[in-house]
């Protein structure tokens, strides 16, 4: 079976400080994309960023990252100089390719983060 | 706005009644997935189609139904309804070829079920 797990229900940082989401998977596929997925008290799933398995080099979108650990089955979540607007529950996904085709997301059952000022 | 539409938002109804969630894709999506979000909850994967076609089943009550018709809505068909069905239902699309870009997700029809 493939599962996401976060580890992390809760998290808090102070405004402009950094905060890492832990984020690790299981799958026996080779082929596939994970995501980290922002959800807002408006309840609207907002992309954040995504990473293709195959690139081993890490994704980064302006103040988010991520480090990808193949290997480790591990794909965390950096957010640099956290603002309060970050404030969200934060999805990991992934999602498997076959025949070039998209499957169904995968999720986790999320971290809640919280930025105080 | 995503260009994913869902109507209605929000939806009351009594245990025991039907209900029929409606989903427009993002213009050229020809797959529609549909997925059921319980409070402080992740996201549960209920059904795929694609381009009218069932493509995959996941965590989906026989109680509910879905189908896309040739002009790519989507409708998700909820009967015999209980409290537990109480819960965001997101409707997303994605793109025709694996490009991996992920979903566009509309805004999500609040169900409650009283």
């Known amino acids: 079976a493939q599962t996401v797990t976060q580890s992390q229900p809760e998290m808090s940082v102070q405004e402009a400080e950094t905060v890492t989401l832990s984020c690790t998977y299981d799958?026996?596929?080779?082929?596939?994309?994970l995501f980290w997925y922002k959800q807002p008290p408006s309840r609207q799933m907002i992309l954040v960023i995504r990473?293709?398995?195959?690139?081993?080099q890490n994704a980064t979108e302006n103040r988010f990252s991520v480090n990808f650990q193949k290997a480790a089955k591990s794909f965390s979540l950096k957010i640099s100089d956290s603002q309060l607007g970050d404030t969200a529950m934060y999805f990991c996904a992934f999602m498997i390719l076959r025949g070039g085709s998209q499957g169904n997301l995968i999720f986790g059952k999320g971290t809640k983060l919280s930025v105080k000022p | 706005d995503s260009g994913v539409t869902q109507t209605p938002k929000h939806l009351i109804t009594a245990t025991g009644q039907r209900v029929t969630l409606r989903c427009s894709p993002r213009s050229g999506d020809l797959s529609v997935y549909w997925y059921q979000q319980s409070l402080d909850q992740g996201l549960q994967f209920l059904i795929q189609y694609y381009n009218g076609e069932e493509r995959a089943k996941g965590n989906i009550l026989e109680r509910f139904s879905a189908q896309q018709f040739p002009d790519l809505h989507s409708e998700l068909n909820l009967s015999s309804l209980e409290l537990g069905d109480s819960a965001l239902y997101f409707c997303?699309?994605?793109?025709?070829?694996?490009?991996?870009?992920?979903?566009?997700f509309g805004s999500g029809t609040r169900l409650t079920v009283v």
């Open positions: 997303a699309s994605s793109e025709p070829i694996g490009t991996g870009d992920g979903y566009t």
């Open positions: 799958t026996s596929e080779n082929n596939y994309y």
């Open positions: 990473q293709e398995a195959y690139k081993q």
